[in-house]
């Protein structure tokens, strides 16, 4: 009799556990939107205005091999008349008055190298609507590009702080380590190759950022917030069940720009050639599953 009990309780105790899992499988998804980032360099080149752009008279540029980017902030836009901060804003990033006004915490940064996956956030936590726009505010940016030393040429690592404001403790470069420990504004960049390391600093307001909505939906100066628009409208009903991925491809194209000493298209730091520009050029996100 108790050899029958105890066969009944474990069969229970099966039954039971069968239900739990079959009740656990029956949960319903819960699903993400991913932000991967790309970087390509056939796309097209735009300028401020989000119009095609040149290299300007009397400059040279390339377009560097981006290892890593960071993003500051993201925003999704319902329309072309958004204003900047009243769509609905997904990410973010740390920011700190260590050195002195309000700037990107660098040591506290995300970063996302090509084809990678930058953000994933649950869809349930974003505002159900229709999103035509995205708005990316970029940060810092590290990858390779080719200079002219001692009639040789070479590759090396640049590092673009492109933020409004980056307050930086130090940072690495092929094993070469940068102190700063103090805010940069946009345009502080540094540069190692074969050991050899340099820094700088370019000029204020030179930075380039695409905004195709500068007359009905414009950016602060030195933002650097690069705008796009979707292809297909972004539109979330709240009842979807898979991933949304959106990749945010960014343009490349000839997105280091310098000035000429030699007219021969290659950066020549010893022959005082000055880096002008190192933001991107043009923003173009996509949707897929």
Not at 40 to 68: F, K
Not at 207 to 216: D, R
Request: with cysteine.
């Amino acid at each position: 009799m108790k050899v029958f009990k105890l066969l009944w309780l474990f069969i229970v105790i099966i039954l039971m556990a069968c239900g739990e899992d079959q009740d656990d499988t029956s949960q319903p998804n819960s699903p993400n939107l991913i932000i991967k980032l790309k970087f390509d360099p056939t796309q097209e080149r735009l300028g401020n205005l989000g119009q095609p752009a040149s290299v300007s008279s009397g400059n040279a540029a390339q377009s560097p091999t981006i290892q890593q980017m960071s993003a500051n902030y993201i925003e999704l836009a319902p329309t072309s008349t958004t204003a900047l901060g009243t769509g609905e804003i997904i990410f973010n990033g740390d920011e700190t008055t260590a050195g002195g006004d309000v700037a990107i915490n660098f040591q506290n940064a995300v970063f996302a190298g090509n084809n990678n996956t930058f953000l994933t956030i649950p869809l349930s936590e974003i505002a159900t609507g229709n999103y035509e726009w995205v708005r990316v505010s970029l940060a810092y940016q590290e990858g390779d590009i080719d200079i002219l030393v001692n009639g040789q040429d070479i590759t090396g690592t640049l590092a673009s702080f492109v933020g409004y404001n980056s307050y930086i403790t130090s940072f690495n470069l092929n094993g070469s380590t940068f102190n700063v420990n103090e805010n940069k504004a946009q345009g502080f960049w540094a540069f190692e190759a074969l050991g050899f390391t340099t820094q700088g600093q370019a000029p204020v307001g030179a930075t380039t950022v695409p905004n195709p909505l500068s007359n009905t939906s414009p950016v602060p100066s030195g933002s650097c917030i690069v705008t796009g628009e979707f292809e297909n409208t972004l539109s979330l009903t709240g009842n979807e069940t898979q991933d949304i991925i959106i990749t945010l491809s960014f343009s490349t194209n000839h997105s280091f720009e310098w000035t000429e000493v030699h007219m021969d298209g290659k950066y020549e730091p010893e022959a005082g050639e000055q880096v002008i520009d190192m933001g991107l050029r043009g923003l173009i996100p996509v949707i897929s599953n």
